[in-house]
């Protein structure tokens, strides 16, 4: 069945520092790739999106691009701030399958 | 009130109570979920509305009963829930059933069983 895998976190990182955070999709078809942020005590908020292989989704800094042929969708900064702490999820459009969610914290 | 909004924020209940969460969005749109955040398990979707019929009950149990009224608000109906039923319970909307568009969330509600 469909499904989406995160790296496990907690991630930490000190300010400036680049992020990656992997996410690989299993899915029949093609289907849209999101990325949701979760601040503390908030509900999910969506950070960025692809439609279609090849695709590039990018929003506050951060970029993802839609790898039809390893099946990924990474999320990367290149240079992290204290207030993108937060946690990260990777979703597939298709069947709203979230992945486990992947915490950040950056140190100053 | 702008966004998805949800009462109460925190809610905490014996195994033999009866409560209500409610949802209620200010966008317009005709789409409504519910998902259950635990730690360390994917955000698991438990029921979707859309014009306020359901079209999805990913086999929950029970004692979870939704409601939604019309197309601005969404009720999960909680009796005789177990401990392990303790979760951040999350409510989100779209315009359409399109499993494309992006949903908004509301913040939650932390549910505590004893």
């Known amino acids: 069945g469909d499904s989406v895998t995160q790296m496990e976190g907690p991630v930490t990182l000190s300010e400036e520092a680049f992020l990656t955070i992997n996410c690989t999709y299993t899915a029949t078809g093609y289907p849209s790739l999101f990325w949701y942020v979760q601040y503390p005590g908030e509900g999910l908020q969506l950070l960025l999106k692809a439609t279609k292989a090849d695709d590039k989704g990018s929003n506050k800094g951060f970029e993802a691009t839609y790898r039809k042929e390893t099946t990924s969708f990474h999320l990367e900064k290149g240079s992290v701030q204290v207030s993108d702490s937060a946690v990260y999820f990777c979703?597939?459009?298709?069947?709203?399958?979230f992945g486990t969610g992947t915490s950040l914290t950056v140190i100053p | 009130e702008t966004g998805v909004t949800q009462t109460p924020r925190h809610l905490v209940m014996g195994m033999t109570n009866k409560k209500s969460l409610k949802c209620e969005q200010h966008?317009?749109?005709?789409?409504m979920y519910w998902y259950k955040q635990s730690a360390k398990k994917p955000l698991e979707l438990m029921f979707v509305y859309s014009l306020e019929e359901r079209v999805e009950n990913n086999s929950v149990p029970s004692r979870f009963s939704p409601e939604c009224p019309n197309s601005s608000h969404l009720f999960l109906h909680l009796h005789t829930l177990q401990p392990e039923d303790s979760a951040l319970y999350l409510c989100a909307s779209s315009q359409g059933g399109n499993r494309a568009n992006e949903q908004f969330f509301g913040p939650g509600t932390r549910l505590t069983v004893l």
């Open positions: 966008l317009g749109h005709n789409a």
């Open positions: 979703a597939l459009g298709n069947q709203f399958y």
